[in-house]
T-cell receptor, first 112, second 120 residues
Framework: LAKTTQPISMDSYEGQEVNITCSHNNIATNDYITWYQQFPSQGPRFIIQGYKTKVTNEVASLFIPADRKSSTLSLPRVSLSDTAVYYCLVVRGYSSASKIIFGSGTRLSIRP | GAVVSQHPSRVICKSGTSVKIECRSLDFQATTMFWYRQFPKQSLMLMATSNEGSKATYEQGVEKDKFLINHASLTLSTLTVTSAHPEDSSFYIC????????????????FGPGTRLTVL
């Protein structure tokens, strides 16, 4: 599985747009990119998933360039409740047994 | 989205006792579930892959005789921490992949809420 690299921490303010970039240089053809959010003492929560170009849902947008070696999670107008750890993961498709290996994640802190 | 539950949410036990943690997929069937462990301020560490009807696959460095995994049905996997010691105190999280169709296959992995184990 492709290793992911993302910033250890980021700070922002309420109402701002936050972009977290993740690099995954060795991503394979069958791999897709998934982002999770984790609050303290809770299991990770699925945010968004994509294969290429742009994906948007009610929570976030995911931008993936053509070479797929990186991706950017965009959180519009963050609030204090968005303070959490965000994990970028590369997941192998077509296999329900494909395991997920977590990297260090990005600790996002939102200030008033 | 799909829901994964865990029971208990927290447990405190004495050193030397065994503790069983249940992981259930509530609205989908999962032939494969995963068990993670997370220490404070650290990322999730994959312990093992639980396979329905067969033996679990353990990650390197995880003692299979200490962390017993049973995947009894398509909706239930259990993790038993045998002869628990204080160093086993951690946050244990399970997950399962739910098929979502689409191309390429975009199965999404859903996580349980976690179980806080404290060994005295």
């Amino acid at each position: 599985l492709a290793k992911t690299t993302q910033p250890i921490s980021m700070d922002s303010y309420e109402g701002q747009e936050v972009n977290i970039t993740c690099s995954h240089n060795n991503i394979a053809t069958n791999d897709y990119i998934t982002w999770y959010q984790q609050f303290p003492s809770q299991g990770p929560r699925f945010i968004i998933q994509g294969y290429k170009t742009k994906v948007t849902n009610e929570v976030a947008s995911l931008f993936i360039p053509a070479d797929r070696k990186s991706s950017t999670l965009s959180l519009p107008r963050v609030s204090l409740s968005d303070t959490a750890v965000y994990y970028c993961l590369v997941v192998r498709g077509y296999s329900s047994a494909s395991k997920i290996i977590f990297g260090s994640g990005t600790r996002l802190s939102i200030r008033p | 989205g799909a829901v994964v539950s865990q029971h208990p949410s927290r447990v405190i036990c004495k050193s030397g006792t065994s503790v069983k943690i249940e992981c259930r997929s509530l609205d989908f069937q999962a032939t494969t579930m995963f068990w993670y462990r997370q220490f404070p301020k650290q990322s999730l560490m994959l312990m093992a892959t639980s396979n329905e009807g067969s033996k679990a696959t353990y990650e390197q460095g995880v003692e299979k005789d200490k962390f017993l995994i049973n995947h009894a049905s398509l909706t239930l996997s259990t993790l038993t921490v045998t002869s628990a010691h204080p160093e086993d105190s951690s946050f244990y999280i399970c997950s399962a992949r739910a098929p979502s169709g689409g191309h390429p296959s975009t199965d999404t992995q859903y996580f349980g809420p976690g179980t806080r184990l404290t060994v005295l």
